[in-house]
């Protein structure tokens, strides 16, 4: 069974500070590696994906990946409070399809 | 990125009746659309795969009979929750794909509350 596991949190993490959110896969298959965003009773918005090992930095997001170890990763610079959501992790292997992690709950405090 | 759009944005309707909610691709031509299913402070779990001018493909355990796809043209899907029922109620997401590169983007959203 394909699987996506990420801490629920919530992570709670000062204005300003760097927010890590961490994601493991179990299907070494899995090729696109998604970064989205839900903030609460809307849809998922899209920050970031990376398909190859190593770092990918856009503004204040960087998205780490490392196929040998699972794990794919997103840091989050100067955090906002306006960063507050909820962050899900997912994974594609062929064919498009996307499976979720559960998502981790970001608190970016003032 | 894609720009999706979904009606209505909410829906309230008594068991036993069927609802129908709409999915478009306002600014490309998406032969293939998502339809997913959250239930609160749960992920996304992908319901089916609607294709444009085929049959839609099922995940394991969704009723085709009960959840019907149309995806009739290359910018408008339709999901159909036929007979819902109270724990039918949930939040219907579609997403399109562009194949390219592999990114969904995700429609608004249909709250569906079933009394």
């Known amino acids: 069974q394909k699987e996506v596991e990420q801490n629920s949190g919530p992570l709670s993490v000062p204005e300003g500070a760097i927010a890590s959110l961490n994601c493991t896969y179990s299907?070494?298959?899995?090729?696109?590696f998604f970064w989205y965003r839900q903030y609460s009773g809307k849809s998922p918005e899209l920050i970031m994906f990376?398909?190859?090992?190593g770092d990918k930095e856009d503004g204040r997001f960087t998205a780490q990946l490392n196929k040998a170890s699972q794990y794919v990763s997103l840091l989050i610079r100067d955090s906002q409070p306006s960063d507050s959501a909820t962050y899900l992790c997912?994974?594609?292997?062929?064919?498009?399809?996307?499976?979720f992690g559960t998502g981790t709950r970001l608190q970016v405090t003032l | 990125g894609a720009v999706v759009s979904q009606h209505p944005s909410r829906v309230i309707c008594k068991s036993g009746t069927s609802v129908k909610i709409e999915c478009r691709s306002l600014?490309?031509?998406?032969?293939?659309m998502f339809w997913y299913r959250q239930f609160p402070k749960q992920s996304l779990m992908l319901m089916a795969t609607?294709?444009?001018?085929?049959?839609?493909?099922?995940e394991q355990g969704v009723e085709k009979d009960k959840f019907l796809i149309n995806h009739a043209s290359l910018t408008l899907s339709t999901l159909t929750v036929t007979s819902a029922h109270p724990e039918d109620s949930s939040f219907y997401i579609c997403?399109?794909?562009?194949?390219?590169?592999?990114?969904?983007?995700f429609g608004p959203g249909t709250r569906l509350t079933v009394l």
């Open positions: 997403s399109v794909v562009l194949v390219s590169y592999n990114e969904q983007f």
């Open positions: 299907d070494r298959g899995s090729q696109s």
């Open positions: 990376i398909y190859s090992n």
């Open positions: 997912a994974v594609t292997g062929t064919a498009s399809k996307l499976t």
């Open positions: 600014d490309f031509q998406a032969t293939t």
């Open positions: 609607s294709n444009e001018g085929s049959k839609a493909t099922y």
